[in-house]
């Protein structure tokens, strides 16, 4: 048995460099203040939607973005609320996007890769969602340190996770040990 080369995804590394310095500009957003960290949390949210739907290749990508940034911007403005347990708030912005995910999918005349489009469309409305956290983190007492702290490690781990990537993509390492190797160097 022979190992199995990894397939590199098409994403360059100025896509990855836009997702920092975006990252980067969310910790100063994060510091500016709510409305600020909002907008800029928002286009990550919308590039995160976009780059999910991409990476999967499941068709329908144009009207799960709509889905996807529409139910992360109503997540981030409903969390810009500083009112207690706003977080429970999500589930309804969640049900809403799955309602209209499957509106879409059920008005489409052919009908091929239904199952995994919604599955595409839901966790990735799920991971704008829980970005959105940040927002609510803010509002706790010393949370804006913590989402300064929490922004920065997704800036950094994205960087060493496409560092790992392209150092992992050319060697003959099974496509489980890649992935493996990515996890531990965005974790570390």
Same mark, same amino acid.
């Given at each position: 048995?022979?190992?199995?080369?990894?397939?590199?995804?098409?994403?360059?590394?100025?896509?990855?460099?836009?997702?920092?310095?975006?990252?980067?500009?969310?910790?100063?957003?994060?510091?500016?203040?709510?409305?600020?960290?909002?907008?800029?949390?928002?286009?990550?949210?919308?590039?995160?939607?976009?780059?999910?739907?991409?990476?999967?290749?499941?068709?329908?990508?144009?009207?799960?973005?709509?889905?996807?940034?529409?139910?992360?911007?109503?997540?981030?403005?409903?969390?810009?609320?500083?009112?207690?347990?706003?977080? #429970? %708030?999500? $589930? =309804?912005? +969640?049900? *809403? !996007? @799955?309602? /209209?995910?499957?509106?879409?999918?059920?008005?489409?005349?052919? &009908?091929?890769?239904?199952?995994?489009?919604?599955?595409?469309?839901?966790?990735?409305?799920?991971?704008?969602?829980?970005?959105?956290?940040?927002?609510?983190?803010?509002?706790?007492?010393?949370?804006?340190? #913590? %989402?300064? $702290? =929490?922004? +920065?490690? *997704? !800036? @950094?781990? /994205?960087?060493?996770?496409?560092?790992?990537?392209?150092?992992? &993509?050319?060697?003959?390492?099974?496509?489980?040990?890649?992935?493996?190797?990515?996890?531990?160097?965005?974790?570390?």
């Amino acid at each position: 048995m022979g190992s199995c080369r990894v397939p590199a995804p098409r994403i360059s590394v100025s896509a990855v460099l836009l997702g920092a310095v975006l990252g980067f500009a969310a910790c100063g957003a994060a510091y500016a203040g709510r409305d600020s960290l909002v907008a800029v949390l928002w286009v990550l949210q919308a590039l995160l939607v976009l780059a999910w739907l991409a990476f999967l290749g499941v068709p329908g990508r144009p009207l799960g973005l709509v889905i996807g940034a529409g139910a992360a911007l109503a997540a981030d403005l409903l969390l810009a609320r500083q009112a207690p347990n706003v977080l #429970g %708030a999500l $589930a =309804g912005v +969640l049900g *809403l !996007a @799955f309602v /209209g995910e499957v509106i879409v999918l059920l008005a489409w005349r052919h &009908r091929t890769r239904v199952t995994d489009t919604l599955a595409a469309q839901t966790s990735g409305v799920v991971l704008a969602c829980g970005a959105a956290c940040f927002v609510a983190l803010r509002h706790a007492e010393r949370g804006r340190d #913590g %989402a300064v $702290a =929490g922004l +920065l490690a *997704l !800036a @950094f781990g /994205g960087i060493a996770g496409r560092l790992a990537w392209l150092a992992v &993509r050319r060697s003959d390492v099974g496509a489980v040990s890649a992935g493996l190797v990515c996890w531990v160097a965005v974790g570390a």
